[in-house]
């Protein structure tokens, strides 16, 4: 029967492209991966890759192989992560979802004080909510419920999206144009200004002026950096416009760093919830966790 190792080997190379970088990730040598490739190579009767210099290209029967197996795969480490978790039976390992700009505001002095271990993962909420009913994650902060039979969610707080711009900004004629409650002048005024935005979602902004003008902002931020948390210390520093969410930079708005432009006309507020699981094995670990939230939020 063919060895489940030479397919993880399999695919490691074909994700990094090296037979160095497959080893990295699987944590065993060079000549370790070399040896599972070529007895894959051997078993299935042709090459896989093409061996390009450093570079492992694959060939068009190894891209048949990888996508023909790359489900059943992640199926078994997605079994391999669980069973390994829930068989730790003197240090508990939390899994817990948000988003970036949250763990760094709130939970990440708190680390390395708590009595267990922690995975922090990021990304998307609606793939982080079904990883959290795959027992992948055991926690998860959110804005956004999707209905589940299996999840619980608790409100705890609320963030308030605003506009913010830097100390440089002259605001002066936006807020006499405000006083005129002339909403196509308003707009017109920021869309003249320079923005800042994040190199992913910008659901935010997109909200933001569907909620005030009724329609999708119909241009592209000027700067793009790599999240939230850079725009504000970016406007710490200049000039510049940014829809961001009110506790990321409360701080430097009340240092005067920078300055709350506008709430909007009306206040787009996201109810930030806890979500976990129905039944949990890890019902002190999270409480925990909840009660650093609510202290600090």
Known sequence: MINLEWYRTFKAVYKTGTLTGAAEVLFISQPGVSLHLSSLENYVGYRLFDRTGRKMVPT??????????????????EAEQIFQRSTEKHTPTISIGMCFETFQTTLEPYISSLPFN?????????????????GILDLIITPQMVAKNTLDYEAFSSETIILVGGNEIDTNDFKAILAKKDMLLTENWLKQQKWYGTTGDMEHLRRFWQLN???TADFRPNYI???????VRCLNSGKGLAVVPDFLCKKEIDKQQIQLVWQGKTPLENILHFATRKKTMYVDEINL????????M
């Open 118 to 134: 922690v995975i922090i993962q990021f990304g998307e909420y609606p793939e982080m909510i079904e990883n959290l009913e795959k």
């Open 60 to 77: 068009e029967k190894g891209k048949v192989l990888y996508n023909f197996i790359l489900d059943a795969l992640s199926k078994l480490e």
């Open 289 to 296: 966790i909840k009660k650093i939230f609510k202290e600090i």
């Open 225 to 231: 950096v790599p999240n939230l948390n850079s725009i």
């Open 213 to 215: 003008f009724g329609k």
